[in-house]
């Protein structure tokens, strides 16, 4: 009974903070949308898709701060025309993601509400790769070793919550240039994400 009195007292807190929407905790997973913009007018990337998963605490009752830590795969996809031929390369990055979200519920009856949120995120590539890895020395991008291991970005968005689940649909603006080179090449990565998220507590 003495050790079992610690889980529901554990268990009544997050009950009443849960009923007075203060705090909230759980997973996510999204569908992400991105493309990498560069400022060379010869190098054009296309639209990809990727996904994320990871998980968010929401603090707050009318305004409200959202902490998340997300797994990110990213591929973009660089086409650059030399004479009649074109020059392809793959860029996939793996990264963990920290947006710190700043949020205003609109609608707040408890069960259901709208939202309003953005805020900065902080990108980690714990991992890089190109293919093909070598494009000659006409390709800007020579290695993985030219692209940045930490990034910064700005999320903006809306989110609608009903019972425990919560939606937000967001879009992500690079503010910081992923290539490591020279300045003569900029690149910033632009993602429109849809997550959904499960509060469990």
Same mark, same amino acid.
């Given at each position: ?88 390369? $793959?860029?996939?990055?793996? #990264?963990?993601? @920290?947006?710190?979200? &700043? %949020?205003?519920?609109? /609608?707040?009856? !408890? ?49 609608? $919550?009903?019972?425990?689940? #919560?939606?937000? @649909?967001?879009?992500? &603006? %690079?503010?910081?240039? /992923?290539?490591? !080179? ?20």
């Amino acid at each position: 009974m003495k050790k079992l009195a610690p889980v529901l007292c554990l268990c009544l807190i997050s009950f009443l903070v849960q009923g007075q929407g203060m705090f909230s905790i759980g997973p996510k997973i999204g569908y992400n949308s991105n493309t990498l913009s560069t400022d060379f007018d010869s190098i054009k990337a296309s639209i990809n898709n990727s996904f994320q998963i990871g998980a968010f605490v929401r603090i707050g009752k009318k305004f409200y701060v959202q902490p998340e830590v997300n797994y990110q795969m990213v591929t973009s996809t660089l086409d650059k025309s030399l004479g009649t031929s074109i020059l392809q390369q $793959d860029i996939t990055v793996k #990264t963990i993601k @920290v947006p710190l979200i &700043i %949020g205003v519920k609109l /609608i707040n009856p !408890g069960r259901f509400n709208l939202r309003l949120l953005a805020g900065p995120a902080v990108s980690f590539l714990i991992d890089k790769e190109m293919n093909p890895s070598d494009m000659g020395d006409m390709w800007p991008i020579q290695s993985v070793d030219d692209l940045k291991n930490s990034v910064w970005s700005a999320q903006m968005g809306a989110g609608v $919550d009903v019972l425990f689940l #919560t939606l937000d @649909v967001r879009y992500e &603006i %690079g503010l910081e240039n /992923i290539y490591a !080179g020279s300045d003569d090449l900029s690149m910033k990565n632009n993602i429109f994400n849809v997550s959904l998220g499960i509060k469990i507590l």
